[in-house]
């Protein structure tokens, strides 16, 4: 396993076709691996990068304290076979003088993550495209868990004729429905438990969908058990379409669930389909 640091001895070392691609910005778990499993069954030559994007964080979000170790990912990235991890600073990525940047207009980032987070999706599509440029991958992997930001990638890779595929991949979840993420760390013991009821709530949604209740029932029954939770400011819960993210009257194939809000200590935020 190949691991590079600077982005101009990346040409260098790449095959010119069969790459897979998986963005990560580490601190990885059983999510981010089942995206590296997916790309190492689906390409000869699979490409990992780790870095935590500066430009994707608000001033008042958790950019010094995300956490970080790269010993830890570099041997669990090497236990699954992967050929190359990119893994540069952000001096090298961005250096002085930086003045690019790559953003999808309208109501795909002005809704949601993006009304929460200014900016997020800029930071977020600038870092994929350099990033796609660079590594010029077949396929790119990404997880569903970040709905928004996988079809705001997949607009992007539209818009802007880039020759790869966007592969999305179902959430990773604990046992108890919890979706993985590297800021779980951040939950106390109490508030751990309560997080739960997220999936909880979206598979309230997706039951009421189901036994032919409408829009407003479903989202009435979420936001039930989303009452419940103690210590939880939410931020928003709204069933979608799933290409646009306009906010639904009437049920569409593949509408979406999302939900997000706050405990004390971390942020999460979680999505389901809930309509077939």
């Given at each position: 396993m190949r691991v590079l640091r600077l982005p101009e001895e990346l040409a260098s070392v790449l095959p010119s076709k069969g790459v897979g691609f998986v963005p990560t910005m580490g601190y990885l778990h059983e999510g981010h691996l089942a995206l590296v499993r997916r790309a190492r069954k689906e390409n000869p030559f699979v490409a990992v990068s780790i870095f935590v994007n500066p430009l994707q964080f608000g001033p008042s979000e958790d950019y010094e304290r995300y956490p970080r170790d790269e010993a830890?990912?570099?041997g669990m990235l090497e236990?699954?076979?992967?050929?190359?991890?990119?893994?540069p600073s952000p001096k090298d990525f961005y250096p002085e003088g930086y003045a690019t940047y790559v953003e999808v207009t309208g109501p795909l980032t002005e809704r949601f993550e993006g009304a929460h987070r200014p900016g997020h999706f800029r930071g977020v599509t600038t870092v994929v495209a350099k990033l796609f440029h660079l590594l010029r991958p077949e396929r790119a992997y990404f997880g569903e868990k970040d709905y928004q930001q996988l079809v705001v990638i997949r607009r992007m890779v539209k818009d802007l004729h880039f020759p790869l595929s966007v592969v999305g991949v179902p959430t990773v979840r604990e046992p108890d429905g919890l979706a993985l993420s590297s800021r779980n760390v951040y939950l106390t013991p109490e508030h751990r438990k309560e997080a739960a009821k997220l999936y909880q709530a979206l598979l309230a949604a997706r039951e009421a969908a189901r036994a032919g209740h409408s829009v407003d029932e479903a989202e009435a029954a979420a936001r039930a058990i989303l009452d419940t939770i103690p210590?939880?400011?939410?931020?928003?819960?709204?069933?979608?379409?799933?290409?646009t993210f306009a906010p639904l009257?009437?049920?569409v194939p593949g509408a979406r669930a999302l939900v997000a809000g706050r405990f004390p200590e971390v942020r999460l935020i979680d999505n389901l389909e809930v309509y077939p």
């Open positions: 830890r990912d570099l236990a699954e076979g992967v050929d190359l991890v990119f893994l210590d939880f400011a939410l931020d928003y819960f709204a069933i979608v379409h799933p290409g009257e009437d049920w």
